[in-house]
């Protein structure tokens, strides 16, 4: 094993905003963190991968086996100490520490930190800073900073693991709490830093427009794709018709092989088509004894799964149900809730609206009901 990688995680990440820490906000379908960890799993020459979390998280560790998850401290140099000392006991020639929050970072980069230490005990990514610095005062510009020599830090950051543990060691609580990073730590231990180029992709996240940036940066080179779903189904007898997995009384009911959920059929649909995977029918036939009165959550469940086997997300699912009764939108709530659990996303990204036809057609006349779906899947 040649090197390790700490991801430190344990800070609270407030000026991002959203009722969770920036590193366990959704980014593209999935937590911040579960990018930054796949950018090091995806390279053989991390033979290891800590990740310190804030105590209160550790438990969410447990949907990473590949991974050691260890307490952070009260600032960034405790934690990564923390990270370095769980792999005291089996150390690494080589360590990189990066912060979670940039989960955009390019193997390119890593490499390249990791190409240095075969040189150097330390070594970085940055980029220059090109625009003109200024030094403002109560909202006035008051002067101006040589720009010359001044790089914008970004992590990996990586070091002999030897030194940089020794660097940890030898920091007061007093001084590890006024550190900015583990460059200044080397520094203050008298490790020269080798500066080697970042990439523009790595940003950090901090703030709440951060995350639209880096899903912009990201659709560049991810895989999305749309499926649309259409699904129609007549009334017959019955009290209530089920729609998005909700009963919803009705003085009929609606006719199918399964429980006749017109919407999760169109939805089912639409996530088959995004995958290319053909149609409802192909993958649960009338002719199958299996899902007479099935509940059509068992089909978007599965729809979602083969998704994921495929290595997408589904970030967006949203139905259109037409008819002119029952009268949908006091159930839109319980709608997008019951959808969300069936498809294991957040309910922030699915959508369930309503229309009539103006008494036209089938649906204007009250023979049944309609639906049309969309959904979205993003592979990395």
Request: charge should be negative; aromatic fraction near 4%; include cysteine.
């Amino acid at each position: 094993m040649t090197a390790a990688a700490i991801i430190v995680a344990a800070g609270r990440g407030t000026r991002a905003g959203g009722p969770l820490p920036k590193q366990w906000q959704e980014l593209a379908g999935r937590p911040v963190i579960d990018w930054t960890l796949d950018a090091f799993r995806a390279l053989p020459e991390i033979g290891r991968i800590v990740a310190v979390l804030h105590p209160s998280e550790l438990d969410r560790a447990r949907a990473w086996p590949d991974v050691t998850a260890v307490a952070g401290g009260s600032s960034r140099a405790e934690s990564v100490r923390a990270g370095l000392e769980a792999l005291a006991g089996d150390p690494p020639r080589h360590v990189l520490i990066h912060d979670a929050a940039r989960p955009l970072v390019t193997q390119e980069v890593i490499l390249a930190v990791l190409a240095a230490l075969a040189e150097h005990r330390a070594a970085a990514p940055g980029l220059p800073v090109t625009d003109a610095l200024w030094r403002v005062e109560e909202g006035f510009v008051t002067g101006t900073v040589d720009r010359r020599g001044v790089w914008r830090a970004q992590t990996p950051q990586g070091f002999h693991f030897d030194a940089i543990l020794a660097a940890h060691r030898a920091l007061s609580p007093t001084e590890a709490a006024g550190m900015a990073d583990d460059v200044a730590v080397a520094r203050a231990a008298g490790l020269a830093v080798a500066a080697v180029p970042g990439d523009e992709r790595n940003l950090k996240i901090t703030r709440p427009e951060d995350f639209a940036r880096a899903e912009a940066l990201m659709g560049a080179e991810m895989d999305v794709r749309t499926g649309n779903g259409f699904d129609v189904h007549r009334f017959g007898p019955g009290d209530h018709v089920r729609l998005c997995g909700v009963s919803v009384p009705h003085d009929r009911g609606l006719i199918g092989h399964s429980d006749a959920d017109v919407a999760l059929h169109a939805l089912t649909d639409a996530v088959l088509g995004a995958l290319a995977l053909g149609d409802i029918g192909s993958h649960f036939p009338p002719s199958d004894p299996r899902w007479k009165g099935a509940d059509s959550s068992l089909f978007l469940a599965r729809a979602v799964e083969l998704a994921t086997e495929r290595g997408y997300a589904v970030t967006a699912l949203d139905v259109t149900i037409i008819c002119e009764l029952p009268r949908i939108g006091p159930h839109v709530a319980a709608m997008r809730a019951r959808i969300a659990a069936i498809a294991g996303v957040d309910e922030s990204r699915v959508s369930v609206k309503a229309t009539t036809t103006e008494r036209l057609g089938f649906a204007g006349r009250g023979e049944g009901i309609a639906a049309l779906a969309t959904a979205t899947v993003v592979a990395p």
